[in-house]
């Protein structure tokens, strides 16, 4: 088949298996590229593994440590007239580098929120590992079945107390618009924090526990976002933000537990993925963000990110260097005062006219479409490519 994007709103339904598997060795490259982590874990089970932060987790501690991963996703495999998903072709694309390097590398598809998931993942653990010393926690998704009552929730993006106007770019016109939403009612927000909160990473971690499958000294790590004033009634003081709140009392309740500096949230840089670039307002900041940072030559993607979040935290032989909440900051070269003031300058005078101009608009439409694995160097898009790919630990 000869594949092409196909953009519906914020999601591409079509991807590319030669693109995103370019995408993903370029990763790998960028890693070993570096210098090799000084204290990898060397067990690493990382949920929500397939694409963006969660990915990139995988492919850091494998590619700079020389770790055994699992990696828990939500994919849908390709057939003969219908492309996969991005997530399951990057998963493709690891585990064959995985396995020419020598990595223990194995994947479980299917719904990290369910109870079976766990068992799946706690079986192979001890057949292969006896353990994991190092759990991430990168799940992105917009509802959640709850094992204990079967109820499925569905979580929003909305703000709280008050509606929320602010500018906001269609991306797929460029047009630069206004975007009013509603406020949550109480049951939005409720819902929002059992899907996005830290209610299942706890699960995960009392089933790895219960299952004497934790390694002594195991740490896990979450990832938050926080984001400048502008998109704070969106995001920081939204549902989203409720859910992020309750992911630091999951963080705290994990420490009480199993000790501290055990359990880690992340605060990490805007980035485009395929969740974030569903949030309103967040893909023009994300624009104008971008091109400050590369101008100041500060940008970074999810595997500078994660590559930092491993050498500076996580994998350094030193304790993480935390803030007065606990938290690891690699949102901290966004959040520096020169890139917010350039941005936010650029926010009051940004319209479609001169969006091209203040803004990375064209960076963040390239970005997206490589998400799916559409606009990568060196790959073939007039050839017809086999969309069926089988994932090697899969069977
Ligand atoms: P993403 O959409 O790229 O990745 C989501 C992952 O979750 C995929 O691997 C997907 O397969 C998996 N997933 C979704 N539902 C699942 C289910 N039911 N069972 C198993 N796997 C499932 O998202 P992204 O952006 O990498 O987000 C990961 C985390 O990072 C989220 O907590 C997000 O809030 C956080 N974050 C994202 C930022 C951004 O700008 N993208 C910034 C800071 C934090």
Redesign the pocket.
Do not use: C, H, P, W
């Given at each position: 088949m000869i594949i092409t994007p196909k953009i519906r709103g914020f999601i591409c339904t079509t991807a590319h298996p030669e693109g995103c598997a370019a995408n993903v060795r370029s990763q790998i490259y960028h890693v070993k590229a570096q210098p090799a982590l000084t204290n990898p874990p060397m067990k690493v089970l990382v949920?929500?593994?397939?694409?963006?932060?969660?990915?990139a987790s995988r492919i850091v501690p494998a590619f700079g440590g020389g770790a055994a991963t699992i990696g828990?996703?939500?994919?849908k495999p390709g057939t003969e007239t219908k492309t996969g998903s991005a997530?399951w072709y990057n998963s493709v694309a690891f585990e064959e580098a995985a396995a020419e390097a020598g990595l223990y590398a194995k994947s479980f598809n299917?719904?990290?929120?369910s109870r079976e998931m766990k068992d799946e993942v706690i079986a192979a653990i001890r057949a292969d590992l006896d353990d994991v010393d190092c759990i991430v926690y990168?799940?992105?998704?917009p509802r959640?079945t709850d094992p204990t009552d079967g109820e499925t929730y569905k979580s929003v993006l909305k703000p709280i107390g008050a509606p929320y106007t602010q500018k906001n770019v269609n991306t797929d016109t460029g047009v630069v618009n206004t975007v009013s939403i509603e406020t949550a009612s109480d049951d939005e927000i409720a819902h929002t924090v059992k899907v996005?909160g830290g209610e299942d990473w706890e699960l995960w971690i009392d089933a790895l526990a219960g299952a004497g499958v934790l390694a002594d000294g195991f740490h896990t790590v979450?990832?938050?976002?926080i984001g400048p004033d502008l998109t704070y009634p969106i995001y920081t003081n939204g549902t989203i933000g409720r859910a992020k709140e309750h992911l630091e009392e999951s963080a705290a309740r994990m420490n009480a537990r199993f000790g501290d500096a055990t359990a880690y949230v992340s605060v990490?840089?805007?980035?485009v993925?395929?969740?974030?670039s569903a949030i309103p307002v967040v893909p023009l900041y994300i624009s104008l963000l971008y091109k400050v940072m590369k101008e100041k030559d500060l940008h970074e993607g999810?595997i500078e990110q994660i590559q930092r979040l491993f050498s500076d935290h996580l994998a350094s032989g030193n304790a993480p260097a935390v803030d007065e909440r606990g938290r690891i900051r690699i949102d901290d070269w966004e959040m520096s005062e020169p890139v917010q003031e350039a941005v936010a300058a650029a926010w009051e005078k940004v319209t479609t006219e001169n969006l091209s101009e203040l803004s990375d608009f064209s960076g963040y439409k390239k970005e997206f479409l490589r998400l799916f694995g559409f606009g990568l160097e060196g790959v073939d898009y007039e050839k017809d490519t086999n969309t069926e790919r089988s994932l090697p630990s899969i069977s």
């Open positions: 949920i929500g593994a397939s694409t963006g932060y969660g990915l828990v996703f939500f994919e997530g299917g719904d990290a929120f990168s799940l992105a998704s959640r996005m979450a990832y938050s976002y990490n840089k805007a980035l993925t395929q969740a974030s999810t």
